[in-house]
């Protein structure tokens, strides 16, 4: 498909909406929740209305991937529109999604591992060091000091212990 095409596909029109939806709630970043909500039923629920009217104008079929995301967006359009219930609602799970990415991957190692011991221990220190970096440590700093306290010692990676 030469270029032009691919400008004025289906696929690129979704992205096109896609991408103007995350404009309009970028600029309600900084709202207080009531505001947002507010913000978004005036200014973000006509876009995702009018994507969804076009999404029901599609004529696709087969098993092409646009196909299946059209599919998938028409099945699941309750769904999308929780975030328009309450302005602490996120847009997406995009922050849930990378969170559990490197997880699945590991986990994917983990079949490797020589025990099921040796398995069950990659995983919990995998769990001890995201917890550290989703409290906003340094995870080799946390596991030093971790590691420096005697066997038994409590030390919560939310706790100021320094």
Avoid at 45 to 52: V, Y
Avoid at 86 to 107: K, L, M, Q, S, V
């Amino acid at each position: 498909m030469d270029k032009n095409m691919r400008a004025t596909s289906a696929a690129a029109k979704g992205v096109e909406f896609c991408d103007l939806i995350y404009h309009e709630e970028k600029k309600l970043k900084e709202l207080s929740p009531e505001e947002r909500y507010e913000r978004r039923l005036a200014n973000v629920k006509p876009l995702l209305d009018e994507f969804f009217v076009w999404l029901e104008t599609l004529q696709v079929s087969g098993k092409s991937k646009l196909s299946d995301a059209v599919r998938y967006a028409l099945n699941e359009k309750k769904y999308l529109y929780t975030f328009l219930e309450d302005g602490c609602i996120p847009t997406d799970n995009n922050r849930a999604e990378n969170a559990i990415r490197p997880f699945t991957i590991c986990r994917k190692n983990w079949l490797f591992s020589n025990t099921s011991n040796g398995a069950k221990c990659s995983a919990a220190l995998y769990s001890v060091i995201s917890t550290a970096q989703e409290n906003g440590l340094d995870a080799e700093e946390y596991l030093t000091r971790l590691f420096s306290n005697p066997a038994g010692t409590i030390m919560l990676p939310w706790e100021d212990s320094k």
